[in-house]
């Protein structure tokens, strides 16, 4: 076992839910999609899928890039990581438990990118909630669909606001 800096959300223990999950689901815990999933739940950065092919290739040298891309977008669909949209169009990825049900608040530093998730003292200042039907509403009167809703703040982390 390499290292492993746990990040709050007991990544060890998602990792198992989402081999069962995927399993569950009739699919296959392949080689890249281990070693994906695994790269997301060692760090506590955002990663790209630029970043994630590398930290893949670490663990295994023989992993291409078409293989990595292939894996995000079925892990995406899955539900068994997140894709987060920043800005620029630019593509992040992270692990979560499900991203359908729960609905994330995190930080994204702006300086090292570090994202800070399930933070007491960060969430005990925020109350965001939907509205009462705001999906059927949504749905309604908007047209669009919605099945999750992600809040992310960004700004200067505990150790580069110093
Ligand atoms: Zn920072």
Not at 25 to 32: A, D, I, R, S
Not at 65 to 93: Q, W
Not at 108 to 124: G, H, Q, V
Request: proline share 1%; hydrophobic share 35%.
């Amino acid at each position: 076992m390499g290292k492993v800096i746990k990040q709050n959300t007991g990544s060890s223990n998602i990792l198992e839910k989402h081999e069962n999950k995927l399993k569950g689901l009739g699919y296959k815990f392949t080689k890249p999609r281990r070693i994906i999933m695994r790269a997301l739940s060692e760090g506590s950065k955002l990663l790209d899928a630029d970043s994630i092919y590398m930290l893949a290739k670490s663990y295994d040298p023989k992993i291409g890039i078409a293989t990595v891309y292939r894996t995000l977008e079925l892990l995406t669909r899955l539900n068994l990581i997140c894709r987060i949209i920043l800005g620029s169009e630019k593509s992040y990825y992270m692990l979560s438990k499900d991203c359908r049900k729960e609905t994330s608040i995190y930080m994204i530093c702006d300086n090292c990118k570090r994202i800070i998730a399930n933070n007491k003292c960060l969430n005990s200042s925020i109350k965001i909630r939907l509205r009462d039907d705001a999906e059927e509403n949504i749905l309604k009167n908007c047209k669009i669909k919605i099945d999750n809703y992600q809040v992310f703040f960004t700004g200067l982390c505990d150790k580069c606001s110093k």
